[in-house]
């Protein structure tokens, strides 16, 4: 619930014009005692991530006052953002696997097959 009302902030858009690209809320961890909530995000695209935290760590208030708006709970925890990189990562791996099946094409080697799935007796 919270992830979502955070995610509606992004896309009605920040006034800061630190804050752009493609802001996307990948995860959110809130402590034990609901005091604080980690906010992990993607920006894309990579140039402007630095500058976009910067923003958006700036902002944590507003955010935090607006997706408050959205969320039905007496208590809201503290907003503290963070850079998401496994999206990056993940789209280096993908990468990397076209441009090896891409290699192997050019050589005329057959594709690679996905191993089959163990049955679980």
């Known amino acids: 619930m919270l992830r979502e009302a955070v995610q509606a902030v992004f896309n009605r858009g920040l006034q800061d014009p630190r804050v752009s690209g493609l802001i996307t809320v990948t995860e959110v961890r809130v402590s034990e005692d609901l005091a ?15 500058l976009a935290m910067h923003g958006i760590r700036a902002a944590a208030a507003h955010i935090r006052r607006e997706a408050g708006d959205s969320v039905r709970s007496r208590k809201l925890p503290r907003f503290h953002f963070d850079c998401d990189s496994r ?5 280096g791996v993908m990468q990397a696997i076209l441009k090896a099946q891409e290699d192997r094409e050019a050589r005329g080697l057959p594709p690679l097959e996905e191993p089959e799935a163990k049955s679980q007796p």
């Open 36 to 50: 604080d909530a980690t906010i992990m995000v993607s920006v894309l695209p990579a140039e402007k991530q630095e």
């Open 87 to 91: 999206p990056k990562k993940q789209a």
